[in-house]
T-cell receptor
Framework: GQNIDQPTEMTATEGAIVQINCTYQ??????LFWYQQHAGEAPTFLSY????GLEEKGRFSSFLSRSKGYSYLLLKELQMKDSASYLC?????????????FGQGTTLQVKP | DAGITQSPRHKVTETGTPVTLRCHQT?????MYWYRQDPGHGLRLIHY???????DKGEVSDGYSVSRSKTEDFLLTLESATSSQTSVYFC??????????????FGPGTRLTVL
């Protein structure tokens, strides 16, 4: 079956660095996504990893290890606006299309 | 902005009534998805479409049906709403580009309350 785990909640301080981990067990793995979701809003795409290693995009970086079934999202120079839920999602092939399975999300609270 | 709108944005209905949610896209994407989001469960796939009149079930499809008669519109119907279907419903499209072969982009969501 498909399974994704990520911490439910995290707290960090403005200006600091935080790492949000995601572990997964899936068949037909086709890549891993991170989305950001502010309260009451839709998820928005942050990053995509299909190869092992680190992808950097400004203050946000995402890492993938396919052999370990592990990913993390690294947020640097935290700002108050980074307070949101961060969703880890794994892409896999099933039937006639690619699908996403989502973790429950990690709610990050950034404090002054 | 992926050009996705959902209607209605909020709806309160009573148990046993039929409800239809609409997702509209303006960019001619082939793949469209309906998810529900509930506390403690994350986003779960209800149904998806891979073309006009081509649809298939997701992991939580019981009690839901869908239709896609035009590329731009994907409808989700609750034939007889139940309180367990109180949720936030998101529509998504799949945009294919380069390395990111199946990035999904989400509409603004519909908050449905079944009393």
């Amino acid at each position: 079956g498909q399974n994704i785990d990520q911490p439910t909640e995290m707290t960090a301080t403005e200006g600091a660095i935080v790492q949000i981990n995601c572990t997964y067990q899936t068949s037909g793995f086709n890549g891993l996504f991170w989305y950001q979701q502010h309260a009451g809003e839709a998820p928005t795409f942050l990053s995509y990893n299909v190869l092992d290693g680190l992808e950097e995009k400004g203050r946000f970086s995402s890492f993938l290890s396919r052999s370990k079934g592990y990913s993390y999202l690294l947020l640097k120079e935290l700002q108050m606006k980074d307070s949101a839920s961060y969703l880890c999602a794994v892409s896999y092939f099933s039937g006639n299309t690619g699908k996403l399975i989502f973790g429950q999300g990690t709610t990050l609270q950034v404090k002054p | 902005d992926a050009g996705i709108t959902q209607s209605p944005r909020h709806k309160v209905t009573e148990t046993g009534t039929p409800v239809t949610l609409r997702c509209h896209q303006t960019e001619n994407h082939r793949y469209m998805y309906w998810y529900r989001q509930d506390p403690g469960h994350g986003l779960r796939l209800i149904h998806y479409s891979y073309g006009v009149k081509d649809t298939d079930k997701g992991e939580v499809s019981d009690g839901y049906s869908v239709s896609r008669s035009k590329t731009e519109d994907f409808l989700l119907t609750l034939e007889s709403a139940t309180s367990s279907q109180t949720s936030v419903y998101f529509c998504a499209i799949r945009r294919t580009s380069g390395l990111s072969t199946d990035t999904q982009y989400f509409g603004p969501g519909t908050r449905l309350t079944v009393l």
